[in-house]
Protein backbone atom coordinates (compact mmCIF):
# COMPACT_ATOMS: atom_id res chain seq x y z
CA UNK A 1 0.00 0.00 0.00
CA UNK A 2 1.16 3.42 -1.00
CA UNK A 3 1.43 5.47 2.40
CA UNK A 4 0.18 9.36 1.07
CA UNK A 5 1.03 12.06 3.20
CA UNK A 6 3.15 13.11 5.51
CA UNK A 7 -0.28 13.59 7.56
CA UNK A 8 -0.34 9.60 7.81
CA UNK A 9 2.76 9.41 9.61
CA UNK A 10 1.78 12.05 12.14
CA UNK A 11 -1.81 10.51 12.49
CA UNK A 12 -0.29 6.67 12.67
CA UNK A 13 1.85 7.66 15.51
CA UNK A 14 -1.56 9.39 17.14
CA UNK A 15 -3.78 6.16 16.09
CA UNK A 16 -0.79 3.65 17.54
CA UNK A 17 -0.63 5.80 21.16
CA UNK A 18 -5.06 4.81 21.52
CA UNK A 19 -4.06 0.98 21.26
CA UNK A 20 -5.34 -1.88 19.24
CA UNK A 21 -8.69 -1.80 21.64
CA UNK A 22 -9.42 1.75 21.23
CA UNK A 23 -12.94 1.99 20.00
CA UNK A 24 -14.23 3.28 16.32
CA UNK A 25 -15.69 5.94 17.64
CA UNK A 26 -12.73 7.35 19.97
CA UNK A 27 -10.10 7.02 16.77
CA UNK A 28 -12.50 8.35 14.50
CA UNK A 29 -13.10 11.13 16.72
CA UNK A 30 -9.49 11.26 16.80
CA UNK A 31 -9.04 11.13 12.67
CA UNK A 32 -11.06 14.36 12.68
CA UNK A 33 -9.72 15.88 15.20
CA UNK A 34 -6.44 15.28 13.30
CA UNK A 35 -8.53 17.05 10.37
CA UNK A 36 -8.19 13.75 8.26
CA UNK A 37 -11.00 11.71 6.07
CA UNK A 38 -10.87 9.79 3.30
CA UNK A 39 -7.78 7.52 2.28
CA UNK A 40 -5.14 9.49 4.29
CA UNK A 41 -6.75 8.51 7.07
CA UNK A 42 -5.31 5.47 9.19
CA UNK A 43 -9.20 5.10 10.40
CA UNK A 44 -11.65 6.10 8.12
CA UNK A 45 -14.54 8.18 9.80
CA UNK A 46 -17.53 6.45 9.43
CA UNK A 47 -20.39 8.30 7.50
CA UNK A 48 -23.72 7.72 8.89
CA UNK A 49 -25.34 5.36 10.70
CA UNK A 50 -25.88 1.97 9.23
CA UNK A 51 -29.32 1.41 8.67
CA UNK A 52 -30.61 -1.87 9.53
CA UNK A 53 -32.41 -3.47 6.84
CA UNK A 54 -32.59 -6.95 8.13
CA UNK A 55 -35.75 -6.97 9.55
CA UNK A 56 -34.48 -8.44 12.88
CA UNK A 57 -33.22 -7.04 16.16
CA UNK A 58 -29.36 -6.32 16.09
CA UNK A 59 -28.29 -9.56 18.52
CA UNK A 60 -27.38 -8.36 22.05
CA UNK A 61 -23.36 -8.12 21.69
CA UNK A 62 -23.03 -10.63 24.41
CA UNK A 63 -24.40 -13.25 22.50
CA UNK A 64 -22.35 -12.82 19.52
CA UNK A 65 -19.48 -12.61 21.42
CA UNK A 66 -19.78 -15.68 23.32
CA UNK A 67 -21.42 -18.33 21.29
CA UNK A 68 -18.81 -18.60 18.82
CA UNK A 69 -17.17 -21.25 16.77
CA UNK A 70 -13.54 -21.07 16.61
CA UNK A 71 -12.81 -24.85 16.79
CA UNK A 72 -8.70 -23.91 17.04
CA UNK A 73 -9.39 -22.75 20.29
CA UNK A 74 -12.22 -25.76 21.50
CA UNK A 75 -14.74 -27.18 20.25
CA UNK A 76 -16.85 -25.61 22.91
CA UNK A 77 -18.24 -22.36 22.58
CA UNK A 78 -18.10 -20.30 25.36
CA UNK A 79 -14.69 -21.91 26.03
CA UNK A 80 -13.59 -20.91 22.57
CA UNK A 81 -15.17 -17.65 22.95
CA UNK A 82 -12.32 -17.33 26.52
CA UNK A 83 -9.48 -18.84 25.28
CA UNK A 84 -9.85 -16.95 21.67
CA UNK A 85 -10.16 -13.31 23.18
CA UNK A 86 -6.54 -13.68 24.79
CA UNK A 87 -5.12 -14.09 21.25
CA UNK A 88 -2.17 -11.88 20.31
CA UNK A 89 -2.76 -10.61 16.75
CA UNK A 90 0.50 -8.08 17.70
CA UNK A 91 3.00 -8.24 14.05
CA UNK A 92 0.03 -9.81 12.08
CA UNK A 93 0.26 -9.52 8.09
CA UNK A 94 -1.77 -10.85 5.34
CA UNK A 95 -0.31 -12.06 2.61
CA UNK A 96 -2.64 -11.51 -0.47
CA UNK A 97 -0.55 -13.04 -3.76
CA UNK A 98 -0.98 -15.83 -6.57
CA UNK A 99 -2.76 -15.30 -9.70
CA UNK A 100 -2.08 -11.84 -10.03
CA UNK A 101 -0.37 -8.06 -11.34
CA UNK A 102 0.53 -6.61 -7.45
CA UNK A 103 0.83 -9.43 -4.54
CA UNK A 104 0.78 -7.54 -1.28
CA UNK A 105 1.62 -8.42 2.08
CA UNK A 106 -0.76 -5.95 4.16
CA UNK A 107 0.03 -5.67 7.61
CA UNK A 108 -3.25 -4.32 10.88
CA UNK A 109 -2.36 -0.70 9.89
CA UNK A 110 -2.48 -1.28 6.15
CA UNK A 111 -6.58 -2.76 6.60
CA UNK A 112 -7.18 -0.06 8.45
CA UNK A 113 -6.68 2.08 5.36
CA UNK A 114 -9.46 1.00 3.64
CA UNK A 115 -12.72 2.97 3.83
CA UNK A 116 -14.43 1.33 6.53
CA UNK A 117 -18.06 0.96 6.27
CA UNK A 118 -20.60 -0.12 9.01
CA UNK A 119 -22.51 -3.14 7.53
CA UNK A 120 -25.83 -4.76 9.49
CA UNK A 121 -26.01 -8.49 8.12
CA UNK A 122 -28.02 -11.66 9.37
CA UNK A 123 -25.34 -14.17 9.87
CA UNK A 124 -26.65 -17.91 9.99
CA UNK A 125 -24.74 -20.91 11.06
CA UNK A 126 -25.05 -24.36 9.35
CA UNK A 127 -26.07 -25.66 12.62
CA UNK A 128 -29.24 -23.53 12.19
CA UNK A 129 -28.54 -20.37 14.78
CA UNK A 130 -28.83 -16.83 13.85
CA UNK A 131 -28.10 -13.85 14.57
CA UNK A 132 -28.16 -10.22 13.03
CA UNK A 133 -24.32 -8.30 13.45
CA UNK A 134 -23.19 -4.98 12.33
CA UNK A 135 -19.99 -5.72 11.13
CA UNK A 136 -17.12 -2.96 10.50
CA UNK A 137 -14.89 -4.08 7.05
CA UNK A 138 -14.36 -2.97 3.71
CA UNK A 139 -15.73 -4.97 0.40
CA UNK A 140 -13.13 -7.74 -0.73
CA UNK A 141 -13.15 -6.43 -4.15
CA UNK A 142 -11.51 -3.51 -3.40
CA UNK A 143 -8.23 -5.10 -2.37
CA UNK A 144 -8.92 -7.89 -5.08
CA UNK A 145 -8.66 -4.27 -7.48
CA UNK A 146 -5.77 -3.29 -5.74
CA UNK A 147 -3.81 -6.35 -6.41
CA UNK A 148 -5.20 -6.98 -9.59
CA UNK A 149 -6.10 -10.40 -10.35
CA UNK A 150 -5.14 -12.04 -13.76
CA UNK A 151 -7.35 -13.44 -15.98
CA UNK A 152 -6.32 -16.95 -15.21
CA UNK A 153 -8.15 -16.36 -11.45
CA UNK A 154 -10.96 -18.03 -10.60
CA UNK A 155 -11.19 -19.02 -7.60
CA UNK A 156 -10.06 -17.00 -4.26
CA UNK A 157 -8.58 -19.07 -1.46
CA UNK A 158 -8.40 -17.72 2.40
CA UNK A 159 -6.67 -19.74 5.01
CA UNK A 160 -5.98 -19.16 8.88
CA UNK A 161 -2.58 -18.13 10.20
CA UNK A 162 -1.04 -21.39 10.87
CA UNK A 163 0.68 -20.84 14.51
CA UNK A 164 -0.13 -23.67 17.19
CA UNK A 165 1.33 -21.80 19.80
CA UNK A 166 -0.71 -19.00 18.93
CA UNK A 167 -4.13 -21.95 18.34
CA UNK A 168 -4.35 -24.90 20.74
CA UNK A 169 -6.03 -26.96 19.10
CA UNK A 170 -3.56 -26.88 15.89
CA UNK A 171 -1.41 -27.76 18.45
CA UNK A 172 -2.68 -31.12 19.21
CA UNK A 173 -2.38 -34.90 17.61
CA UNK A 174 -6.13 -35.37 18.27
CA UNK A 175 -7.52 -32.07 16.37
CA UNK A 176 -11.18 -31.24 16.35
CA UNK A 177 -10.50 -30.34 12.13
CA UNK A 178 -7.17 -30.48 10.07
CA UNK A 179 -5.76 -27.15 10.21
CA UNK A 180 -4.46 -24.81 8.78
CA UNK A 181 -8.85 -24.04 7.96
CA UNK A 182 -9.13 -22.90 4.88
CA UNK A 183 -11.82 -21.07 3.16
CA UNK A 184 -12.58 -20.38 -0.75
CA UNK A 185 -15.40 -18.60 -3.17
CA UNK A 186 -15.50 -18.63 -6.81
CA UNK A 187 -13.84 -14.91 -7.94
CA UNK A 188 -17.17 -13.54 -8.72
CA UNK A 189 -18.43 -14.64 -5.24
CA UNK A 190 -15.74 -12.60 -3.82
CA UNK A 191 -16.24 -9.62 -5.89
CA UNK A 192 -19.37 -9.26 -4.97
CA UNK A 193 -20.49 -5.95 -3.31
CA UNK A 194 -21.60 -7.97 -0.03
CA UNK A 195 -18.75 -9.65 0.53
CA UNK A 196 -16.81 -8.24 3.09
CA UNK A 197 -13.55 -8.28 4.86
CA UNK A 198 -14.24 -7.62 8.60
CA UNK A 199 -11.85 -6.02 11.36
CA UNK A 200 -14.66 -5.09 13.35
CA UNK A 201 -18.17 -5.16 14.84
CA UNK A 202 -20.44 -3.38 17.30
CA UNK A 203 -18.41 0.02 16.64
CA UNK A 204 -15.34 -2.06 17.97
CA UNK A 205 -12.16 -4.11 16.47
CA UNK A 206 -13.20 -7.58 16.47
CA UNK A 207 -12.18 -9.62 19.33
CA UNK A 208 -10.36 -12.83 19.03
CA UNK A 209 -13.32 -14.52 19.77
CA UNK A 210 -15.20 -13.16 16.08
CA UNK A 211 -11.90 -13.76 14.33
CA UNK A 212 -9.65 -11.12 14.92
CA UNK A 213 -7.57 -9.16 13.28
CA UNK A 214 -9.52 -10.08 10.05
CA UNK A 215 -12.10 -12.23 8.59
CA UNK A 216 -14.35 -13.10 5.82
CA UNK A 217 -17.99 -12.48 6.03
CA UNK A 218 -20.31 -13.94 3.35
CA UNK A 219 -23.97 -13.43 4.42
CA UNK A 220 -25.82 -15.05 2.09
CA UNK A 221 -23.43 -18.73 3.25
CA UNK A 222 -23.57 -20.71 6.17
CA UNK A 223 -21.03 -19.36 8.90
CA UNK A 224 -18.17 -21.97 8.13
CA UNK A 225 -17.72 -19.91 4.54
CA UNK A 226 -16.64 -16.81 6.71
CA UNK A 227 -13.50 -17.53 7.82
CA UNK A 228 -11.47 -16.06 11.26
CA UNK A 229 -7.67 -14.62 11.48
CA UNK A 230 -6.68 -14.39 7.75
CA UNK A 231 -3.12 -14.96 7.13
CA UNK A 232 -3.66 -15.43 3.36
CA UNK A 233 -5.50 -14.69 0.25
CA UNK A 234 -4.24 -16.46 -2.80
CA UNK A 235 -5.77 -16.02 -6.26
CA UNK A 236 -6.29 -19.68 -7.89
CA UNK A 237 -7.33 -21.07 -11.17
CA UNK A 238 -9.02 -24.22 -9.21
CA UNK A 239 -11.48 -24.81 -6.90
CA UNK A 240 -9.58 -25.22 -3.64
CA UNK A 241 -10.15 -28.40 -1.30
CA UNK A 242 -12.14 -26.40 1.61
CA UNK A 243 -11.77 -27.80 5.47
CA UNK A 244 -15.53 -29.00 5.70
CA UNK A 245 -15.74 -30.10 2.44
CA UNK A 246 -13.17 -32.29 2.73
CA UNK A 247 -13.78 -33.67 6.19
CA UNK A 248 -17.51 -34.19 5.34
CA UNK A 249 -18.22 -33.94 1.86
CA UNK A 250 -21.49 -35.21 2.08
CA UNK A 251 -23.02 -32.19 4.86
CA UNK A 252 -21.02 -29.60 3.85
CA UNK A 253 -20.60 -28.43 0.02
CA UNK A 254 -18.24 -25.73 -1.77
CA UNK A 255 -20.92 -23.29 -1.96
CA UNK A 256 -22.75 -23.65 1.42
CA UNK A 257 -25.36 -20.91 0.37
CA UNK A 258 -27.66 -20.76 3.38
CA UNK A 259 -30.87 -22.98 1.61
CA UNK A 260 -34.01 -23.93 3.57
CA UNK A 261 -35.25 -26.82 0.92
CA UNK A 262 -31.85 -28.59 1.11
CA UNK A 263 -31.36 -30.04 4.29
CA UNK A 264 -28.36 -30.95 6.10
CA UNK A 265 -28.18 -35.07 6.04
CA UNK A 266 -28.99 -34.48 9.79
CA UNK A 267 -31.02 -32.22 10.47
CA UNK A 268 -33.69 -29.78 8.25
CA UNK A 269 -32.23 -26.62 7.38
CA UNK A 270 -35.77 -24.55 7.16
CA UNK A 271 -35.33 -22.74 10.36
CA UNK A 272 -32.62 -21.04 12.24
CA UNK A 273 -33.08 -20.23 16.10
CA UNK A 274 -31.62 -16.31 16.79
CA UNK A 275 -29.78 -15.87 19.34
CA UNK A 276 -31.30 -14.53 22.48
CA UNK A 277 -34.72 -15.98 21.64
CA UNK A 278 -36.22 -19.12 21.81
CA UNK A 279 -38.80 -18.86 18.88
CA UNK A 280 -37.48 -20.14 15.47
CA UNK A 281 -38.22 -18.54 12.11
CA UNK A 282 -37.85 -19.25 8.72
CA UNK A 283 -34.79 -19.86 7.19
CA UNK A 284 -34.45 -17.67 3.90
CA UNK A 285 -32.93 -18.58 0.31
CA UNK A 286 -29.32 -16.95 0.55
CA UNK A 287 -30.40 -15.89 3.76
CA UNK A 288 -32.53 -13.25 2.45
CA UNK A 289 -29.95 -11.78 0.06
CA UNK A 290 -31.94 -12.28 -3.22
CA UNK A 291 -29.44 -10.01 -5.01
CA UNK A 292 -27.04 -12.71 -5.29
CA UNK A 293 -29.60 -15.43 -7.66
CA UNK A 294 -27.65 -14.34 -10.93
CA UNK A 295 -24.60 -15.84 -9.61
CA UNK A 296 -26.20 -19.05 -9.62
CA UNK A 297 -27.97 -18.61 -12.59
CA UNK A 298 -29.00 -22.28 -14.23
CA UNK A 299 -27.03 -24.10 -11.14
CA UNK A 300 -28.56 -26.91 -9.62
CA UNK A 301 -28.55 -25.92 -5.97
CA UNK A 302 -29.39 -29.72 -4.85
CA UNK A 303 -26.22 -30.53 -6.46
CA UNK A 304 -23.91 -27.85 -6.04
CA UNK A 305 -25.19 -27.06 -2.15
N1 LIG B 1 -10.57 -20.31 11.43
C1 LIG B 1 -11.84 -20.58 11.71
N2 LIG B 1 -12.82 -19.87 11.10
C2 LIG B 1 -14.12 -20.13 11.38
C3 LIG B 1 -14.49 -21.18 12.26
C4 LIG B 1 -13.44 -21.91 12.89
O1 LIG B 1 -13.67 -22.83 13.70
N3 LIG B 1 -12.15 -21.58 12.59
N4 LIG B 1 -15.82 -21.46 12.47
C5 LIG B 1 -16.75 -21.06 11.42
C6 LIG B 1 -18.15 -21.23 11.77
S1 LIG B 1 -18.78 -22.80 11.77
C7 LIG B 1 -18.97 -20.17 12.03
S2 LIG B 1 -20.62 -20.36 12.30
C8 LIG B 1 -18.42 -18.81 12.12
C9 LIG B 1 -18.75 -18.25 13.47
O2 LIG B 1 -18.43 -16.90 13.59
P1 LIG B 1 -18.70 -16.19 14.97
O3 LIG B 1 -18.11 -17.06 16.03
O4 LIG B 1 -18.09 -14.85 14.87
O5 LIG B 1 -20.18 -16.15 15.14
O6 LIG B 1 -17.01 -18.76 11.97
C10 LIG B 1 -16.50 -19.62 10.97
N5 LIG B 1 -15.09 -19.37 10.77
MO1 LIG C 1 -21.11 -22.55 11.71
Known amino acids: MQITSEEFFKARREFIKLGAMASLAAINAKASELGLSGDDAFFTVLKSKAENETGRAITDFDDATS ?9 NKAI ?18 GLCERPMRLNYDDLLKFKLQKRIYRFRCVEAWSMVVPWVGFELARLLELVRPASEAKYVKFTTLYDPQKFPDQASSFGAIPYPYVEGLRLDEAMHPLTLLAVGMYDKP ?21 IKSISKIELIDKQPPTTW ?17 VAHPRWSQAKERMLGSFSRVNTLLFNGYDEVAPLYAGMDLRAFY
Open 206 to 226: LLGANGAPVRLVVPWKYGFKS
Open 67 to 75: YVNFYEFST
Open 80 to 97: AAKKANALDISGWSVEVG
Open 245 to 261: QTLAPDEYGFYANVNPD
